[in-house]
C-alpha cells in the first residue's frame, strides 16, 4: 500500500519568514496530494491540493510543488503570520480506481510560528 | 457549502457500554464515507471506508465486530464502538466524499473518553 512520509516533524520560524514541509510517498500511481490544517482538538481543514498532471499551485501565501519522478511534494507557506501555527498534514491517494479517494496521511508537522 | 456533521463532539462513557457516532454530510450526497482514529500528537488512521447500501471495508488490524459501520443513507453513517474499553479512548473522526478524486471533507471529531 501507500506509504507517505513527512518531514519535519516540528518547524519553529518567526513571523514573517517562510515555512517548508516535505513529503515523499511509495505509490507511484498516487495522482491527487492534498493538504490539511488542523489545530488543536479540531478537524483537518483542507488548505489546498495538487493533482499530478500540474507541478505547482499557489493560494496567496500557501504554494505546494509535486515532483512526480521523484516522488515528493512540499507544501510552502511565506509570511507566515502566528495564526500559522497548527499541525499539518500531507497525504496521498493509493490510485485513482474509479472509487473514492482513500487518502494515506502523513505524520504530521506541528509548526509554530513565534513573534 | 460540503459540511459535515458530527455528533456527539464528546462522550465519556463507563468500560463495556457501546457508544455511537454519527457523521452527516449536510449539503450533499456522500457515496463514501471514511472513518478515522487519532491519537494524541499523532496522524489520522484509516479504520475503514463505508459505502452507501454495501458493507463497510476495514484496514488492517481493525476489528469489524468491535467497531461497527453502518452506512444506510447517502447522508449519513454511523460508528458503534462496542464493549468500549478504556484504550478505545482517542480521538475519532468521519469524512465524507463523492466519487473521483472529491476532496474529503472532515467531520469535528468525537473525544471518546472510556472510564
Known amino acids: 500500500g501507500e506509504n507517505v512520509e513527512q518531514h519535519p516533524s516540528t518547524l519553529s520560524v518567526q513571523e514573517g519568514d517562510s515555512a517548508v514541509i516535505k513529503c515523499t510517498y511509495s505509490?507511484?500511481?498516487?495522482?491527487?496530494f492534498p493538504w490539511y490544517k488542523q489545530e488543536l482538538g479540531k478537524r483537518p481543514q483542507l488548505i489546498i491540493d495538487?493533482?499530478?498532471?500540474?507541478g505547482e499551485k499557489k493560494d496567496q501565501r500557501i504554494a505546494v510543488t509535486l515532483n512526480k519522478t521523484a516522488k515528493h511534494f512540499s507544501l510552502h507557506i511565506t509570511e507566515t503570520q502566528p495564526e500559522d501555527s497548527a499541525v499539518y498534514f500531507c497525504?496521498?491517494?493509493?490510485?485513482?480506481?474509479?472509487?473514492?479517494?482513500?487518502?494515506?496521511f502523513g505524520t504530521g508537522t506541528r509548526l509554530q510560528v513565534t513573534l | 457549502g460540503a459540511v459535515v456533521s458530527q455528533h456527539p463532539s464528546r462522550v465519556i462513557c463507563k468500560s463495556g457500554t457501546s457508544v455511537k457516532i454519527e457523521c452527516r454530510s449536510l449539503?450533499?450526497?456522500?457515496?463514501?464515507m471514511f472513518w478515522y482514529r487519532q491519537f494524541p500528537k499523532q496522524s489520522l488512521m484509516l479504520m475503514a471506508t463505508?459505502?452507501?447500501?454495501?458493507?463497510?471495508?476495514?484496514e488492517q488490524g481493525v476489528e469489524k465486530d468491535k467497531f461497527l459501520i453502518n452506512h444506510a443513507s447517502l447522508t449519513l453513517s454511523t460508528l458503534t464502538v462496542t464493549s468500549a474499553h478504556p484504550e478505545d479512548s482517542s480521538f475519532y473522526i468521519c469524512?465524507?466524499?463523492?466519487?473521483?478524486?472529491?476532496?474529503?471533507?472532515f467531520g469535528n471529531g468525537t473525544r471518546l473518553t472510556v472510564t
Open positions: 469524512s465524507a466524499t463523492t466519487l473521483g478524486n472529491s476532496p474529503l471533507h
Open positions: 449539503d450533499f450526497q456522500a457515496t463514501t
Open positions: 495538487i493533482r499530478s498532471n500540474v
Open positions: 505509490d507511484s500511481a498516487s495522482n491527487y
Open positions: 497525504a496521498a491517494t493509493p490510485g485513482n480506481t474509479g472509487t473514492a479517494s482513500k487518502l494515506t
Open positions: 463505508s459505502n452507501e447500501g454495501s458493507k463497510a471495508t476495514y
